[in-house]
C-alpha cells in the first residue's frame, strides 16, 4: 500500500496550490480519502474528507468555501484544491485512507508554506 502526496510548497497569501495523492496497492473506490493537516506544535487535524464514490464532501471550519476535495477513481488519486490560502494555512498536509480501523494508511505528507 502506497500513498504519495505531491503538490505542496510556497504560495503568497491568497494564492491557490493543488495537492494530489496517488494511491496504489489497494482498491482505491472502496476507502473514504481524507485530507489532514498538522502545523508545528498543533495536533493534526482533518482537514477534507470525500466518500468513494465522490458523492459526498466534508469539510473543516476553517477551510469552507476556499478548499475543494474531489477524486478521479480511474486514476487512484485524490485531490485538495487551496484557494484563498492564509498564513495559518500552513502546515504537513497527509492524505489518508479510511475503510475500516484494520484498514487505515497514510501517506508521508507534504510541506504547504503560505507566506509573503
Known amino acids: 500500500v502506497q500513498l504519495v502526496e505531491s503538490g505542496g510548497g510556497l504560495v503568497q497569501p491568497g494564492g491557490s496550490l493543488r495537492l494530489s495523492c496517488a494511491a496504489s496497492g489497494f482498491t482505491f473506490s472502496s476507502y473514504g480519502m481524507s485530507w489532514y493537516r498538522q502545523a508545528p506544535g498543533k495536533e493534526r487535524e482533518s482537514v477534507a474528507t470525500i466518500t468513494g464514490t465522490g458523492s459526498s464532501t466534508t469539510y473543516a471550519d476553517s477551510v469552507k468555501g476556499r478548499f475543494t476535495i474531489s477524486r478521479d477513481n480511474a486514476k487512484n488519486t485524490v485531490y485538495l484544491q487551496m484557494n484563498s490560502l492564509k498564513p495559518e494555512d500552513t502546515a504537513v498536509y497527509y492524505c489518508?485512507?479510511?475503510?475500516?480501523?484494520?484498514?487505515?494508511?497514510w501517506g508521508q505528507g507534504t510541506q504547504v508554506t503560505v507566506s509573503s
Open positions: 489518508r485512507a479510511y475503510r475500516t480501523l484494520l484498514n487505515t494508511y
